[in-house]
Every structure is written in structure tokens, then in C-alpha cells.
């Protein structure tokens, strides 16, 4: 397949590291132009210059406030792509999560991306081609014990994607969510030491932390961000023209389910 984005201006939230960065990169190596987005202006350069590609730029804004989603609009009015990855997780038992963390994960996690939508949908509405994605996970689907607030938070994605493909039905919009499955981040090697303990090495850990807290992975090894990245690149393009209103999965057969 030849996948090629020339001249796609793209966005890609949360992306100085991580699934978002790999996003990031493969649009860019594609040839969309690309927004790195992160709050930490250091970080956003060190992205950028890391991708190393003339057609990749940073924005630096807080996108879980409307201030940030402005920001973005004035760095960016129009776009072709919007990617949702901005997330955040942590383990914490459910009877233990406050109001006040409830609210901070759906700020971050829903919002966010509903925000987003709402503010670039309608130019790609009227000029008849555009692509909205929303990284979700496979805890949508197979609520994580250990972190439950998190979990519903993708889960609400489901509903977001689907109510606004909806929205953008036969307009040349497409509007989809993908389902990673656990991927190897700097963040899930934290949550794995969490759960596992720092004594072991880092290949011993994350086997043990698949065979006791992922059990129903078919890959059953952590995915690498570039193979999430694959999958949105193509998503992105002309060639997924037809793939709208769905819960793709990228998530190495972990939900135990011919459909989400």
C-alpha cells in the first residue's frame, strides 16, 4: 500500500512522547504536515527535533482547558487530521477515587477530544474530507480492576467516536476510534514496576506483568507504540476511506471478543 499524506496538515495531542510521539512521527514520515502538541515547551522542541522532518512543528498548550484548545486553533485554524491521543491512567482502587480525580480523568481523557472535535469537524464537514480519531484502549472494553476511573474514561470514547461520525455521516469525514492494547511506554513501565515491583529486570517484569494482569493477550508481549502508529497512519489516509464509526483494534488480540 502506498500511503502518502503530502499536504494533510495533522494534530496530533499528547505527543511529545510515547503512542502520541509514534503517531506523530509515522504521519509525518507519510508526509502530513504535523503538530506536536505537549504543555512543556522544552519537551515539544526536544519532539520535534527528534522526529527530525521540515514538515513537523510544536504547539505548546494544555488541551484539557479551552485556553489550550484556543491556543491550538491559533496555531492551526484548519486541519485534515486530528488524532485525540491526549490521556492520562494510574492504578487506584475505585472505592478510593475522589470527586475531584473523576472529574480531572474525564477533563483530560473525554473533553479534551470532544472539545477538539467540535472546534475542527465542521471545516472538514464543508470542505468534504477529513479524519478524527480518537485513541482509546482495550480497557473500553475489559474494565481494568486497578484502575476502573480510567477505564470508563475510554469507554465514553466509544460513544464520543461514534456520535460524531453520526454527525459527519456522508460528508467524506471519517470518525473512529482505535483500541491499543497494552504498549510498551515510559508510563506503562512505571505502572508495571507498580504492580510488579523494580527488582526485576525490565524483560522478566513486563512477562510477569502480562501473564498476572493480561492475561488474555494473544501477543502476549507489550506492543510497541510504532505498531499503533501504523494502524492510525493508514486510518488517516484515502485508503480508509470506507472505515467510519468504528472501534478499530490495535490491541494484540487481548479483548476476548470477535467484535468490541
Wanted: charged share 20%.
Amino acid at each position: 500500500m502506498d500511503i502518502d499524506l503530502t499536504g494533510r496538515r495533522a494534530l496530533v495531542t499528547g505527543s511529545t512522547q510515547g503512542i502520541g510521539y509514534a503517531i506523530a512521527a509515522g504521519l509525518a514520515a507519510a508526509g502530513a504536515e504535523v503538530l506536536v502538541n505537549g504543555r512543556s515547551a522544552d519537551r515539544v522542541e526536544k519532539a520535534v527535533a527528534s522526529i527530525g522532518r521540515a514538515n513537523v512543528r510544536g504547539v505548546v498548550a494544555d488541551v484539557a482547558s479551552a485556553e489550550g484548545c484556543d491556543a491550538v486553533l491559533a496555531a492551526a485554524p484548519e486541519l485534515d487530521v486530528l488524532v485525540n491521543n491526549l490521556g492520562i491512567f494510574g492504578a487506584k482502587p475505585v472505592l478510593e477515587v475522589s470527586d475531584d480525580e473523576w472529574r480531572r480523568y474525564f477533563e483530560v481523557n473525554v473533553l479534551s477530544g470532544v472539545r477538539l472535535t467540535r472546534t475542527y469537524l465542521p471545516g472538514m464537514m464543508e470542505r468534504g474530507w477529513g479524519r478524527v480519531m480518537y485513541v482509546s484502549s482495550d480497557s473500553s472494553v475489559v474494565t481494568p480492576v486497578e484502575m476502573v476511573h480510567y477505564g470508563v474514561t475510554k469507554t465514553a470514547l466509544l460513544g464520543v467516536s461514534r456520535g460524531f461520525a453520526k454527525a459527519a455521516a456522508g460528508t467524506g469525514v471519517t470518525v473512529n476510534s482505535v483500541l491499543a492494547g497494552p504498549t510498551h511506554t515510559g508510563g506503562v513501565e512505571e505502572f508495571v514496576s507498580e504492580l510488579v515491583g523494580d527488582e526485576l529486570p525490565w524483560d522478566e517484569a513486563q512477562r510477569q506483568f502480562m501473564r498476572e494482569h493480561r492475561p488474555q493477550s494473544l501477543l502476549q508481549r507489550l506492543i510497541e507504540p510504532p505498531e499503533i502508529a501504523n494502524l492510525v497512519t493508514y486510518l488517516a489516509s484515502d485508503l480508509a476511506s470506507a472505515t467510519t464509526g468504528g472501534a478499530v483494534r490495535v490491541d494484540g488480540g487481548y479483548v476476548d471478543a470477535i467484535l468490541p
